[in-house]
């Protein structure tokens, strides 16, 4: 009679348990995203490529005036341009803040300079600094360009 009434509480026990169907809690939307009425333009690219500059003028040092000219680059590769229809080698990367530009072998020497995304957006230098930087002249004279792209 033991062993009858331990099979029953064992059965009513067993029938008695209810297997509940966890669903794991959804996660909440994500929020609106704002939308961004800001007209402010962003240079599409960081390079140079397939870009023409003309070098329409520059000053030697800080002294005197702006001297005419109309040099024609023309950016070929990531890292070759042609300078007055002469090949030539320059680096372009960015900085912190700006953009370095060191164009090799012009009539100046190799030159270094800082422009900024605003040059690049309109497509205009006027009177940036850059350093004649070529190895072993001893020459550290700044050079002032100006350029437009065409």
Not at 23 to 31: E, G, I, Q, R
Not at 34 to 60: E, F
Not at 84 to 95: G, L, R
């Amino acid at each position: 009679m033991k062993k009858l009434i331990y099979i029953i509480g064992f059965g009513f026990s067993l029938l008695s348990c209810i297997k509940e169907n966890f669903k794991p809690n959804p996660l909440p939307p994500n929020p609106p995203k704002p939308i961004i009425t800001d007209s402010t333009q962003i240079v599409p690219s960081k390079n140079l490529i397939g870009q023409t500059w003309v070098i329409t003028g520059y000053r030697v040092s800080g002294i005197g005036g702006m001297i005419n000219v109309n040099d024609t680059l023309v950016f070929k590769t990531s890292k070759t341009y042609n300078y007055i229809n002469y090949e030539s080698t320059y680096s372009f990367y960015s900085t912190s803040s700006a953009y370095n530009l060191t164009l090799n072998n012009t009539v100046w020497g190799n030159l270094s300079g800082t422009i900024y995304e605003g040059n690049l957006i309109n497509g205009e230098i006027k009177g940036l600094k850059f350093t004649d930087i070529t190895a072993g002249s001893g020459n550290t004279t700044d050079y002032y360009l100006w350029m437009h792209k065409i």
